[in-house]
């Protein structure tokens, strides 16, 4: 999780100095073919991981589970 975590910290970091009109402009970014940057963003980042859960949950409950087994 403090990876998941990095990653968005740092992917905030990016984002923050871009102004809001940049962020939803479906104009403004011509290598998006209309679409606004902040739907690019969106689906590379959390709606992305929601497409994925089931796997993802799966997998946490395995690292929980080894990590619980390696620490007794």
């Not at 999780?1 to 871009?18: C, F, G, N, S």
């Not at 402009?25 to 606004?36: I, T």
């Amino acid at each position: 999780m403090r990876t998941m975590r990095d990653a968005y910290q740092r992917l905030a970091d990016v984002i923050e100095p871009v102004a809001d009109e940049d962020l939803i402009a479906v104009d403004r970014w011509q290598w998006l073919s209309g679409e606004a940057l902040v739907e690019t963003i969106l689906w590379d980042s959390s709606r992305h991981y929601d497409a994925h859960r089931e796997h993802l949950e799966r997998l946490s409950r395995i690292a929980v589970t080894q990590s619980r087994l390696g620490s007794t």
